[in-house]
């Protein structure tokens, strides 16, 4: 009990007093439309560009499956400003960001740069727990569906997927908790167009706690909801199986 | 539907190599015989197709199942093993109607209500397939495999664990549609008793090698190898 309050302590921040709340609707709004629409974006193209990744991963041999893990996991424990930085230098004018020029894509301050370091900084984490939630599917269960006259794409949609959805649910809400509050490696590049995080600290650089509180307040409330129920359904089917 | 069986399979393993060359006629029984590892269930393995023989040749009828492998879920086999691999997220049922095709599902009614019956699912129709006893989910796996009316039943020791009485439920309920549907049949086990309730005809193994196939009379009065006497003296 103890352990539960010193842990949810942090939330009583939100009743300090520091002021009347400073609502700014226009800054509020635009930081967070940039923040859920290109997370959505970004989401959607994890998902497209994760879940192949994850099913081939958890059917190779164990020898190449280690190198294909070791790589995910360079690019979960990348520090975010590192990785910011990092991306700057990689699609800059030195780099890739020349040839990016050709077609007219600008890869700093734009919602394409915004995009491409929300899919960098989340890929990783749908992949590894989607992985997890794949090899929570008894390989013998898809055998059986196959000898049951089922191609493996059936086979995918009718035991697989069904069996590990709140696995993939739970992928999904931990790339979308890791993207949508990415501040680090954001911040360096796209800055602009401001996200939440963004915002938020260039809200409390400038005007002070009393502006931050509502932005505060709504990053919370799009940002935990969805993880925080993924995690619970899953926990209880759990349970209950 | 009678469709023989024609198997010469090789497979390495880390023990010996399993060499086997067989037939069984369409629409019989055959079993194989002999002591836990010999090799049985490689050979059953490999000829479902969830393993890959190394070398050697699988036919079913007219159809070659290897080489080159014909894709599993194409084969018109049904394989039970000890474990019934009910899927948890469907009831029983929905595991009973899986393997057959949507557009079928009005024609296989009679059928699947005759496997409903027979083997007293209807109490648990529609359970949860995680929420029944061991005993029942044997039944359970058993019509979900005759569901489909396979050409060829490959059954690996699916009666290990279950008690006296149910077994023989359950042999009584194979004899019988092994008898009206016609499929051949190639079982699996280290009890001859199962063995000889539904195959007049056996194979025995010895680390991976035939050493005897015969009808169960010439087996007991000529054992091939001391170890295969042991087997098959009374305890």
Sequence with gaps: ?241 | MNCALDANVAKVRKDFTVEAAFQVAGGTACGLFGVSGAGKSTILSCIAGTEQPDRGYVRLGELTLFPPAFPVYLRPIGYLTQDPYLFPHLNVAQNICFGIAEHNGAADKTWINELRDRLQLDSIWRAPSYAISGGQARRVALARMLARKPNLVLLDEPFTGLDRHLVRELLDALGHWHKTLGFTMLLVDHESEVLERLCPQTIAIEAGRIVQQAAWSELRANPATPLLAQLLAPL
């Design chain 1, 1 to 241: 009990m103890l352990f539960g309050i010193v842990l949810l302590y942090p939330l009583a921040g939100l009743f300090v007093p520091v002021g009347q709340w400073h609502w700014d609707a226009s800054t509020t709004a635009s930081a967070v439309w940039v923040s859920l629409g290109f997370t959505a974006v970004a989401m959607a193209i994890v998902v497209v560009l994760g879940t192949p990744m994850a099913l081939y991963v958890a059917r190779i041999s164990t020898h190449e499956r280690m190198w294909w893990q070791a790589i995910l996991l360079i690019s979960v424990l990348l520090p975010p400003l590192a990785l910011g930085i990092l991306l700057s230098l990689a699609f800059g004018p030195h780099a890739l960001g020349s040839f990016l020029d050709l077609f007219g894509l600008k890869m700093t301050n734009t919602p394409l740069a915004f995009i491409v370091t929300q899919i960098y900084v989340s890929i990783g984490y749908y992949v590894l727990a989607a992985i997890a939630a794949l090899d929570s599917v008894p390989k013998g269960l898809e055998t059986q569906g196959a000898l049951l006259g089922h191609s493996p794409w059936s086979v995918f949609w009718r035991i697989t997927f069904p069996m590990a959805r709140l696995g993939f649910a739970v992928a999904l809400s931990l790339a979308w908790v890791r993207a949508l509050t990415e501040f680090g490696a954001v911040v360096i590049t796209a800055y602009y167009p401001a996200g939440m995080p963004v915002a938020i600290w260039t809200s409390l650089q400038n005007f002070g706690l009393p502006a931050v509180m509502p932005l505060l307040l709504i990053f919370l409330v799009t940002a935990l909801p969805f993880p925080w129920l993924a995690h619970l359904l899953a926990q209880r089917r759990e349970l209950r199986t």
